[in-house]
């Protein structure tokens, strides 16, 4: 199993950005699949998560501005980003969790300039 994750990128405040978590050797829509983001200096921190049943969870600093979906097509989960704040700037992951065994990505950069 693995994922990967693209679509990061250097974006000014108050821009958009759509991330994508690519699984390749299990289908995704079986497993909650999560977004997670560290930020320079900091721990890593979930910020979403959509289930098997397709129910989404977000971190109360993104609620109203990120939008996690899945295309169950392409194997693919999404995060929408929406008015991006510098402080949402760090490296995001992507993260399946697949009978208790932890698949990470190698993260995708988002960096939002003031």
């Known amino acids: 199993a693995q994922v990967v994750e693209s679509g990061g990128g250097l974006v000014q405040v108050g821009g958009s950005l759509t991330l994508s978590c690519a699984a390749s050797?299990?289908?995704?829509?079986?497993?909650?699949i999560a977004w997670f983001r560290q930020a320079p200096g900091k721990e890593r921190e979930g910020i979403s998560c959509i289930d098997s049943d397709g129910n989404t969870y977000y971190r109360d600093s993104v609620k109203g501005r990120f939008t996690i979906s899945r295309d169950n097509a392409k194997n693919t989960v999404y995060l929408q980003m929406n008015s991006l704040k510098p402080e949402d700037t760090g490296v995001y992951y992507c993260?399946?969790?697949?009978?208790?065994?932890?698949?990470w990505g190698p993260g995708t950069q988002v960096t939002v300039s003031s």
């Open positions: 050797g299990f289908t995704l829509d079986n497993y909650a």
């Open positions: 993260n399946a969790n697949i009978w208790g065994q932890n698949y």
